[in-house]
């Protein structure tokens, strides 16, 4: 059965560094998006990607983030000058699919 | 806007009891309905999901009912197990093949032995 992966699985970073979230969707889905999960949180939309383009975006994601798909596998999401806040697990998703996460620790 | 509000938790039953978390939505359009399950330090498992009125989704003994005149999707189980031990997000999509999730807060379950 097809699955979505994500790397690292666990980045610690220091504010105001950047930092590029890797994913590999399902590789004939069409629909890509990213959510974040604050500590204890709700699971919040950021942003979804289709034909290689961004579709619609919350106000979450501001202008600190980025998502590209570079090469037609990888799906990545960039925040350039992280903050104390950033700090979350941010999962990828391929249509209904969920990746494991990536645990963002900002220092 | 779309909105999901889900039971507070946190919910502890013994082993083999009744489970029961309820969970309304927004009725703005035809929206698919999910619920996903997170064990501890896990990600989010999709659990099941009905995409129209009356549709039963149904995996792993848990089992949810899409109902229109009520705006719910409450998550049952008859008989909890103690690996069913988690926190169950409720969530709705936007409709067609867009799967933008919106999501509840989350229960947490602890099943005891």
């Known amino acids: 059965e097809p699955e979505v992966t994500q790397t690292p699985s666990h980045q610690v970073t220091q504010m105001g560094q950047e930092v590029i979230l890797r994913c590999v969707p399902i590789?004939?889905?069409?629909?890509f998006y990213w959510y974040r999960q604050i500590l204890g949180q709700k699971v919040e939309f950021l942003v979804s990607?289709?034909?290689?383009?961004?579709?619609?975006k919350s106000e979450i994601f501001d202008d600190q983030f980025s998502v590209e798909r570079p090469d037609g596998s990888n799906f990545t999401l960039k925040i350039r000058s992280t903050k104390l806040e950033d700090s979350a697990m941010y999962f990828c998703?391929?249509?209904?699919?969920f990746g494991p996460g990536t645990r963002l620790t900002v220092l | 806007g779309n909105s999901v509000t889900q039971m507070e938790g946190p919910v502890t039953l013994s082993e083999e009891a009744f489970l029961t978390i309820n969970c309304t939505y927004t009725?703005?359009?035809?929206?698919?309905l999910f619920w996903y399950v997170q064990y501890p330090g896990e990600g989010l498992q999709l659990l099941l999901k009905?995409?129209?009125?009356?549709d039963k989704g149904s995996n792993k003994g848990f089992e949810a009912t899409y109902r229109k005149e009520t705006t719910s999707f409450h998550l049952e189980k008859g008989s909890v197990q103690v690996s069913d031990s988690a926190v169950y997000f409720c969530?709705?999509?936007?409709?067609?093949?867009?799967?933008?999730?919106?999501f509840g807060k989350g229960t947490l379950l602890t099943v005891n032995p």
């Open positions: 009725a703005t359009g035809y929206p698919s």
């Open positions: 990607f289709y034909n290689n383009e961004i579709s619609e």
């Open positions: 969530a709705r999509g936007s409709g067609g093949s867009n799967y933008k999730l919106t």
């Open positions: 009905a995409t129209k009125a009356d």
């Open positions: 998703a391929s249509s209904k699919f």
């Open positions: 590789s004939n889905h069409l629909y």
